[in-house]
């Protein structure tokens, strides 16, 4: 009954490679994100959907695609890999709605994909 | 300058002490502060939730927040080997249900809590 599911949690691959993460939420959450933590810990916003509309768009290498097909997903696709694209990447939902809800807002968190880029 | 700071650790301290971390930051928009813990490979997840200045308690857990000094502050009480873990502060010029909220973190700092 994973809340925030993200899959693969490894992937080591080659530069130059495509590698997609998938997400899914099972909260019922309206807004999703995706967050990337680099070697020193700092989490930093990449991309966040809302009832999948892209509403946040950091300064983010086009290389690096979001696809929310339905409120419960969100897939990152990123291409021509690069060594510093080594990280690890958080997928998180929240509420929006429903503003009696005690948590509305909290960012719920998956465990990660770690990606490693030789 | 990073927007936020944050002490790397590692901070040891012994089973029962008190644990003291804090966070200074620059963006006097940010109103709105938050604490996550982080377990080794695990995603954070919430700790505390505060609104501009003053003090919030949960439990074991204290917030504070100086708004004037830009500086906010966690503190652990009774400290355990299982609050061992990376405590993150993050920050929001928005309330959290705001459309297109994004929250700002601190590098975190790793607590070990020694039995």
């Known amino acids: 009954d994973t809340a925030v599911s993200q899959t693969p949690k490894y992937l080591v691959t080659q530069m130059g490679n495509d590698k997609s993460i998938k997400c899914e939420q099972n909260l019922g959450h309206d807004t999703m994100y995706w967050y990337k933590q680099d070697s020193k810990k700092f989490l930093k916003i990449m991309f966040s959907y809302n009832n999948k509309e892209l509403i946040i768009n950091e300064t983010v290498p086009n290389r690096f695609s979001p696809k929310s097909p339905d409120k419960a997903h969100l897939n990152l696709h990123i291409n021509s890999l690069e060594l510093g694209d080594s990280a690890v990447y958080f997928c998180?939902?929240?509420?929006?709605?429903?503003?009696?809800?005690?948590?509305?807002?909290?960012?719920?968190f998956g465990e990660g994909s770690r990606l490693t880029v030789l | 300058q990073k927007e936020v700071e944050q002490d790397p650790g590692p901070l040891s301290v012994p089973e029962g002490a008190i644990v003291s971390l804090n966070c200074t930051y620059s963006n006097s928009a940010f109103q709105y502060f938050m604490w996550y813990r982080q377990y080794s490979r695990k995603g954070p997840e919430l700790l505390m939730y505060?609104?501009?200045?003053g003090n919030k308690e949960d439990g074991r857990f204290t917030a504070q927040v100086d708004k004037s000094s830009k500086y906010i502050s966690l503190f652990i009480r009774d400290s355990q080997p299982s609050d061992s873990a990376t405590y993150l502060c993050?920050?929001?010029?928005?309330?959290?249900?705001?459309?297109?909220?994004?929250?700002?973190f601190g590098g975190g700092t790793r607590v070990l809590v020694k039995p």
């Open positions: 505060t609104y501009s200045s």
């Open positions: 998180a939902s929240s509420s929006r709605g429903r503003t009696s809800l005690p948590n509305t807002g909290e960012l719920f």
């Open positions: 993050a920050m929001s010029a928005r309330p959290r249900r705001a459309a297109g909220n994004k929250l700002t």
